[in-house]
Structure formats: C-alpha cells, structure tokens
C-alpha cells in the first residue's frame, strides 16, 4: 500500500520559512519523480515544484521561484520542500505526489493527505 505522510506545516509570519516533509512507503520511491503541490481555499490545486527521480534535475512554479527549494533524500525515502520568504498567498494545504516528472497534476497517481501552512502577514 502506497502511503506519502506530509508533515511540517503550520503558522508562520510573513518572511518566515517552513520546511516540509514527505515520507513514501509501498513504493520503489527511487524510481519517481515527486512533487509539491498546493491548494488554497476556494482556489484549485497548482503545481509548485517537481524534482526528478535522481534529484539531479527540478522545476518550480514562477510564484515560488527564487523562494522555494525542492530537494529528496532516496536513502530516506523522503522530499522535502523548503520554503523561504513566506507570504500571506503561500497559504494553502501543501501535498505530496509521486508520479513523472511534470508539472501535470494528472501526471501523478499518488499523493498525501495534505498539510496545512497558514502565512500571517
């Protein structure tokens, strides 16, 4: 059974930083691509960053780049995305997908239960 546990979400001031978490099991996590992605309310879900399957090569939505840094430890079985310079549009549910390398939400068939960050300004 494939599971991704997202963690390290939470309130943090604007111009703050989180670093997220994503922990994978039931899959060969060395084989996939992951990726980040996010949903506000009332908004649909975006893409915000994709790292491929050797970490050798990411890709990032415009709003976060510069900001946002993808990154995964395959040993650990583990993403993480950390996040800098926070603003108060960065609030959403933050999930975790395994799936290709692609900004395509379709291009993903796994994902997590989300984790809240809240960006007060």
């Known amino acids: 059974q494939v599971q991704l546990v997202e963690s390290g979400g939470g309130l943090v001031q604007a111009g703050g930083s989180l670093r997220l978490s994503c922990a994978a099991s039931g899959l060969a996590f060395s084989t996939y691509a992951m990726g980040w992605f996010r949903q506000a309310p009332g908004k649909q879900r975006e893409f915000v960053a994709v790292?491929?399957?050797?970490?050798?090569?990411?890709v990032y939505a415009d709003s976060v780049k510069g900001r946002f840094s993808i990154s995964r430890d395959n040993a650990k079985n583990t993403t993480y995305l950390q996040m800098n310079s926070l603003k108060p549009d960065d609030t959403a549910v933050y999930y975790c997908?395994?799936?290709?390398?692609?900004?395509?939400?379709?291009?993903?068939?796994?994902w997590g239960q989300g984790t809240q960050v809240i960006v007060s300004s």
């Open positions: 997908a395994a799936g290709s390398y692609s900004p395509r939400i379709s291009d993903f068939g796994a």
């Open positions: 790292i491929r399957w050797s970490g050798g090569s990411t």
